[in-house]
């Protein structure tokens, strides 16, 4: 099983947001953090959930450390087998 989504800064917001998604994976970190600002694409997202039972996503605040204006879009989000 795996997650498939693409992630970035909704269009409303852009040139500006600048966050981080971090992804758990039954409490413990599962791959790496992705970087997300409103100057670039859509980033893909696939992470191997084999075995979790429980999944987080946070988003938190990027490198600019605003805590505004980071609208963050994770889709189309899909779990695959």
Partial sequence: VALVAEAGIDDSVRPGG??????????QPRGEPVRLTGRDKPLPVRLDLRGVKRLTI??????DGLDAGDHVNLAPARLIK
């Fill in 18 to 27: 600048d966050a981080e998604l971090t992804f758990l994976a039954d409490g």
């Fill in 58 to 63: 946070r988003v938190g605040f990027g490198a």
